[in-house]
């Protein structure tokens, strides 16, 4: 049985659906305590509960715009985790460009000021704080205990969901908030990840490319649709939530011990065209 992050404790906002919910069922089935936190109530840690035993995970409502609410998951985590978070995984996000079908084709002059501030503050603000609250109790509520493949003692891992759009290189035509906000995930993983490796906290964040998630599904009803967007990835494929959560995976092991500050690009080759 594979057990690399076995009573390792994670939180994971996001987490009733998509990339969250893969995320979170991959790291369970690696022996990993689960606080799925989300606005949607979802039924996974029961799921999870039945499946790898009781006390596997629990469901925390939050806001990631809400900071209050922030500061109030990582307390009932800490508490959950009987003193302790090892992980986090900023999934929340939103993209107000796909919320409808028509919503592809606004540019900066056509895209509602409040539709861009709601997407900032979710995708980058909540992002930013989930981080702020974490990075304080993995600092002062906890001592390093594990040791990693290099030999040393380290305090956690967080990953942020960041986009194949945001590693800086492309854009994508007709998103300027959602590209801007991913970009500035990238910008942040990277500045914060500078500073706390010191600390043996190792902060990186992932780069899907197109993926089977509700994000996306009215894009996936019309057959056409689909096989072009299947066909711009060079591998002939979308991607499944399942392949960015083995990502995280990654990210949060040994196996990644002397990395810090990288945006691992899963695209199924969609940047290299």
Not at 21 to 29: E, H, K, P
Not at 203 to 220: E, R
Not at 253 to 260: I, K, Q
Request: proline fraction near 4%; charge should be negative.
């Amino acid at each position: 049985m594979d057990n690399r992050l076995k009573d390792r404790v994670a939180i994971i906002t996001g987490a009733s659906s998509g990339l969250g919910a893969a995320t979170a069922q991959r790291f369970a089935s690696l022996g990993a305590r689960i606080i799925c936190a989300d606005l949607t109530p979802s039924t996974l840690p029961s799921t999870l509960n039945a499946t790898h035993g009781p006390n596997t995970a629990t469901f925390i409502s939050c806001d990631v715009t809400n900071e209050t609410q922030i500061q109030q998951l990582i307390a009932q985590a800490v508490e959950f985790g009987h003193g302790r978070i090892d992980i986090l995984c900023n999934y929340a996000g939103v993209a107000v460009e796909t919320y409808e079908r028509n919503a592809m084709t606004r540019r900066a002059h056509e895209l509602p000021t409040e539709d861009f501030d709601w997407e900032m503050s979710v995708n980058l603000r909540g992002t930013y704080l989930c981080c702020k609250y974490a990075l304080r109790q993995m600092l002062e509520g906890q001592d390093p205990r594990e040791v990693n493949a290099r030999g040393e003692r380290t305090r956690g891992w967080i990953v942020n969901a960041a986009s194949m759009l945001d590693t800086g290189l492309i854009a994508h035509p007709n998103t300027p908030a959602y590209t801007t906000s991913k970009h500035a995930v990238v910008g942040l993983t990277k500045q914060l990840a500078l500073d706390y490796a010191p600390d043996r906290i190792h902060i990186n964040c992932v780069c899907p490319g197109f993926v089977q998630t509700p994000m996306i599904q009215h894009f996936l009803t019309d057959a056409d649709n689909a096989a072009q967007l299947a066909g711009a990835h060079p591998w002939g494929a979308l991607g499944t939530p399942r392949d960015v959560a083995d990502a995280a995976v990654f990210l949060c092991g040994d196996e990644s011990a002397w990395m810090t500050g990288h945006a691992m690009v899963v695209d199924g080759g969609y940047t290299i065209r």
